[in-house]
C-alpha cells in the first residue's frame, strides 16, 4: 500500500478561517489516495512565493523522507517559485512529489506547471493592482466609485503612510 503525507496550503486567513479551500484540497487528495495511506497531514496558510517561509511544507517533507512516503498536493499551483520548486523535487527523489492536478508529471512537465502557476500568479497580481489604481482614480476624480453590487465606496480603506 503506497504511503502518502498530504500538504494543503490556502493563501489568506479568510480562506485559512472558512476551512473551505482546505477541505475542498483535503478532498481532492483523499480521492487520489484512495487505495493509499494518508500517513501525515499538513496545513498552512501562506501567501507568497518563497517556499522557505513555508514551515508545514518543510514539515511536510521531512515526514515523507522520514516514512519513504510521497508528498502529495493537490494543485501544483501552491509552488510559485520554480527553482524552489524543482529543488524539493529532487529532495524528493524521483516520483516521490505527487499533484492531483497533474498526477503522471515527470520533471519537465512539472517545470511547466510551475513556471505557468508564477506567470499566472503575477498576472493576477498586475489586474488587481490595476483594478485599484482606476478605482483610486475615479474616486479621485468623482468623490466616489459604485461597485458592482451598488455600493457607493468613497476610499480603498488603507492610506498610505508617507515619510513626513
Known amino acids: 500500500m503506497e504511503k502518502y503525507v498530504s500538504y494543503i496550503r490556502v493563501s489568506t486567513k479568510k480562506q485559512g478561517t472558512s476551512g473551505l479551500g482546505l477541505d475542498a484540497q483535503k478532498r481532492i487528495i483523499d480521492y487520489f ?6 500517513v501525515g497531514e499538513y496545513k498552512e496558510v501562506y501567501s507568497g512565493t ?31 517559485n520554480v527553482k524552489d520548486a524543482l ?11 505527487i499533484c ?8 519537465f512537465t ?14 493576477t497580481s498586475l489586474r488587481t493592482k490595476q ?23 468613497k476610499s480603498l480603506g488603507r492610506k498610505k503612510l508617507t515619510p513626513e
Open 87 to 97: 529543488t524539493i523535487m529532487e529532495e524528493l527523489g524521483e516520483g516521490n512529489l
Open 110 to 123: 512539472f517545470t511547466l506547471f510551475f513556471a505557468i502557476a508564477r506567470r499566472e500568479a503575477l498576472i
Open 100 to 107: 492531483c492536478d497533474i498526477p503522471t508529471a515527470d520533471e
Open 131 to 153: 483594478g485599484l489604481e482606476s478605482i483610486a482614480f475615479k474616486i479621485k476624480k468623482d468623490g466616489y466609485y459604485i461597485s458592482k453590487a451598488g455600493n457607493k465606496i
Open 33 to 38: 489516495t484512495k487505495d493509499g495511506e494518508i
Open 50 to 80: 518563497k517556499l522557505d517561509k513555508c514551515v508545514e511544507l518543510r514539515n511536510a517533507i521531512n515526514k515523507a523522507k522520514e516514512l519513504g512516503a510521497k508528498l502529495i498536493l493537490a494543485k501544483s499551483d501552491r509552488f510559485r
